[in-house]
Every structure is written in C-alpha cells, then in structure tokens.
C-alpha cells in the first residue's frame, strides 16, 4: 500500500510539474506575440510610427484650407487656390500676393518687415537663407519669395495690430502651400520630439530649418520658381 501511495504521489507531481511547464510556455508564448505587436505596429494605424520613431502626419493634416480669415476677401485669394492639380491657378494666387512686394514703408515698418522676412526663407526653392536682406532688400528672386514678402508688407502696412508672430505664421501657410510633400516629411520629425507641428512658425519658419534632413525628399513644389 505504501508504494502505491508513493507512486501516485509521484504520479501528481509530475502532471503538476507539466502543467506548470504548459503555463508556462503560454504565457511567454503571449508576452512574445504582445511584445511583437507593439514593436511593429501590427493593427495599428501608426505602425511606421512605433518602428521608427517618427509620428505618421499626413498633408491633409497640415494643408490650410478656405480663405484666409483676416485678408482672404481683401485680395480675392483662398488657400484652395493653390495646389499642384492646377498649377495656373497657383501661379495666379501668388501673383496677386507678390503685387504687394514693392509697397514702401516707414522707418517702423520697415524694421517689422526685416525682422519678419528674416525669419523664414524659401530654401526649398532657391535655397536663400532669408527672404530678405539686413538692409530690407531682397534676398530671393523666386516667385514663392515674391509672394511671402508682398504678403508681409500687406499685412504690416494694412493690419498693423497683428503681431510679428501672427505674420510670419500666415507666411508659413503659403510656404507649406508652395512646399507641401517636404512639410509634411518635416511635420512628422517636429511631432516625433514633442514640437507642434501644426504651428506654423514650427513648421515653415527658420525655428527648425534643417529639421527634416536624412528624410526622404518628395512632394514637389507647386507654383513656378
């Protein structure tokens, strides 16, 4: 009776030890799969995103769109009219804008439009550091520069209560207008450390020239140079 009870206490240690051991193995066999899905995104929406680092930001995101609120109906202009399906268009929307780059101005003005213009460029383009000079003279001779600082001396000279900073944030919407595939490239590094991307004087000014360097180009540039 003693090596039964021996035996069939032998018996159930070992299926405890196998059922211990199944346990076991499926629990890592879950980690493992949990683990896999979260390093490669399976599922998920931003499964580039959680591979690479770098948050996934579509153009749509970025684009502005409609008119412009402050100036739109002023100049007859939308952010709708300039897009690569229709490049004659685009070309006549900047047009319109660079008409104003020849306005003079004041001694205040002017100081507001270098400070202003030194703040963005159309590097994308021409590769100019600035749109303008120290002195207030052009730094550009593309057609997107045209435009951005005949927006500038619009906007200083006719709605002198918007600030430097709201300025040059309407400039950067025409320049990710004009430059849609490199911002959107961009938008997706500033959003993958922590930088709005959806301010424009994060995403198209100087602030963070360069940013984007190492990524894939494309996206082209819409509207003559």
């Known amino acids: 009776m003693e090596n039964k009870n021996q035996t069939e206490m032998k018996?159930?240690?070992?299926?405890?030890?196998?059922?211990?051991?199944?346990?076991?193995?499926?629990v890592f066999a879950i980690l493992i799969i949990y683990n896999g899905a979260k390093i490669y995104g399976i599922g998920?929406?931003?499964?580039?995103?959680?591979?690479?680092?770098?948050k996934t930001v579509s153009a749509s995101e970025i684009i502005p769109k409609g008119d412009p609120s402050i100036y739109g109906e002023e100049l007859g202009i939308s952010f709708d009219d300039v897009s690569a399906s229709n490049p004659q268009l685009a070309d006549t929307t900047m047009a319109k804008l660079s008409k104003y780059e020849d306005m003079q101005l004041d001694s205040v003005q002017m100081e507001r439009y270098v400070k202003i213009g030194s703040s963005i460029a159309c590097e994308y383009c021409c590769g100019a550091k600035t749109l303008v000079f120290s002195n207030g003279e052009r730094a550009c001779g593309c057609a997107h520069s045209y435009a951005m600082r005949g927006l500038a001396k619009y906007?200083?000279?006719?709605?002198?209560?918007?600030?430097?900073?709201?300025?040059?944030?309407?400039?950067g919407k025409w320049k990710v207008l004009f430059f849609p595939g490199v911002h959107e490239q961009k938008a997706q590094v500033l959003e993958s450390q922590g930088i709005d991307s959806k301010n424009y004087v994060n995403l198209a000014s100087n602030l963070y020239r360069g940013i984007e360097k190492g990524q894939a180009s494309g996206g082209g540039m819409v509207g003559g140079c």
């Open 11 to 26: 018996g159930g240690k070992k299926d405890y030890e196998a059922i211990a051991q199944i346990v076991i193995i499926a």
């Open 44 to 54: 998920s929406p931003d499964a580039n995103a959680i591979a690479t680092g770098i």
């Open 155 to 171: 906007l200083i000279t006719k709605h002198p209560d918007m600030t430097d900073l709201e300025i040059l944030n309407e400039l």
